[in-house]
């Protein structure tokens, strides 16, 4: 007698599937059609159809139901989830970059581009409470070729203004002896006269021009003290610009 079985519609599910594989196996030769016969897995819709392995009488995993859905989401969600997870990733890298240089990144796309990044107020609020226990509202630092030009317009209007301000000069507010050099931070501009006339004042105002780089500027000494008074403090900072300071300045 000569069975045909295919084109029905046999269960996907293990159990069943192991059972119907002994009893083919045991009635091979009376089974016509072995190359038709599928299963299907109900979980899906529309139920998901595969091929029964006749040969074999140990259920596959990827026959059962649960395995089928599993295989579906692998093969339709995984790279998805790979670009979703490379791409937290960059953005956390990324994030962690911009924390740790935010003050350089802050001070280049303000100077380049006049944007503002970083501006908090909490940690407005905060420094606002530690500046009034300044002595000074603002420590000067320009070069002596920009004296007339600092004490005309910046001095005179912030000290005798209104709301007036206490500033802080190197040449009058600070001890120093004569200077022969042309410029009267050569001989104090030491990390310890800089730093603790910048943390003595609320902010600190660099008259940035021509003169300033070919004097102060250009001396190391005084850039490490500047750059040590401003650490972690970049809020600090003013920078005024004397006239127009070429590109190659």
């Known amino acids: 007698v000569d069975l045909s079985i295919g084109n029905n519609q046999w269960s996907c599910k293990c159990k069943f599937l192991q059972e119907f594989q002994s009893w083919i196996s045991d009635n091979r030769r009376k089974v016509v059609d072995t190359d038709e016969l599928w299963c299907y897995g109900n979980e899906t819709k529309p139920p998901h159809r595969r091929l029964i392995d006749t040969n074999t009488t140990v259920c596959s995993d990827y026959y059962a139901g649960n395995s089928m859905i599993q295989n579906i989401i692998v093969s339709d969600y995984l790279p998805m989830v790979i670009v979703t997870l490379s791409a937290f990733v960059i953005v956390i890298f990324l994030t962690i970059i911009m924390f740790i240089f935010r003050d350089p990144l802050r001070v280049w796309l303000y100077s380049r581009y006049g944007i503002r990044l970083f501006h908090f107020k909490a940690a407005s609020a905060k420094h606002y409470g530690e500046d009034r226990e300044k002595l000074y509202d603002g420590y000067v630092v320009y070069s002596p070729k920009d004296e007339e030009f600092v004490l005309q317009s910046i001095v005179a209007e912030l000290e005798?203004?209104?709301?007036?301000?206490?500033?802080?000069?190197?040449?009058?507010?600070?001890?120093?002896?004569?200077?022969?050099?042309?410029?009267?931070?050569?001989?104090?501009?030491?990390?310890?006269?800089?730093?603790?006339?910048?943390?003595?004042?609320?902010?600190?105002?660099?008259?940035?021009?021509?003169?300033?780089?070919?004097?102060?500027?250009?001396?190391?000494?005084?850039?490490?003290?500047?750059?040590?008074?401003?650490?972690?403090?970049?809020?600090?900072?003013?920078?005024?610009?004397?006239?127009?300071?070429?590109?190659?300045?």
């Open 160 to 249: 005798h203004g209104s709301p007036s301000f206490q500033l802080c000069l190197h040449y009058r507010d600070l001890p120093h002896h004569a200077v022969s050099s042309n410029s009267p931070y050569m001989q104090h501009t030491t990390s310890p006269v800089v730093v603790e006339a910048a943390e003595a004042s609320k902010r600190v105002i660099v008259v940035l021009s021509r003169n300033f780089l070919q004097t102060e500027w250009s001396r190391f000494e005084f850039r490490s003290a500047l750059h040590e008074a401003l650490k972690g403090r970049i809020f600090k900072l003013v920078l005024v610009e004397e006239g127009s300071i070429l590109p190659e300045a």
